[in-house]
């Protein structure tokens, strides 16, 4: 069995990182995104939402329950606006397809790395057993 240091496993994680980096789906995340930046409608809109949070913030610090609601409503609806905007839909499919592709990446690493630990140690994989539980025979017989 190959020993690895931890400087190589890093080294390896960061040669991981540029080839994901170099996907297709995270080549169109790129693009989707520079248009979500470059659309003046959108900026506005995401504007008047982070100044009405501050205002909401503000209100509930001081209470005032009935203003409160109004500014949340406000937010709502400023976000649903967003929400219709071709580009913006766009957007958060993409994020989405990005967040699975890294998901699958560190669920495959955590399976194949307990995987290679149990069959290392002599375990049981179907088991999700390493060697190293002593299978003695009963402590009842």
Do not use: H, W
């Amino acid at each position: 069995m190959t020993a690895y240091t931890r400087k190589e496993i890093l080294d390896e994680a960061k040669n991981l990182a540029k080839m994901l980096a170099s996907t297709e789906e995270i080549d169109r995340f790129k693009k989707v995104e520079a248009k979500i930046n470059e659309n003046t409608k959108v900026q506005a809109l995401i504007k008047k939402i982070k100044a009405l949070q501050k205002q909401a913030v503000n209100l509930q610090a001081y209470d005032k329950k009935e203003a409160l609601q109004r500014v949340e409503t406000e937010i709502d609806r400023l976000q649903a606006e967003i929400d219709a905007i071709p580009v913006v839909q766009e957007f958060k499919e993409t994020q989405t397809v990005v967040n699975d592709i890294l998901q699958l990446v560190s669920g495959t690493i955590a399976r194949e790395a307990t995987k290679e630990i149990i069959e290392s140690t002599g375990g049981d994989v179907l088991a999700g057993e390493t060697g190293s539980k002593a299978n003695k025979g009963s402590a009842c017989s």
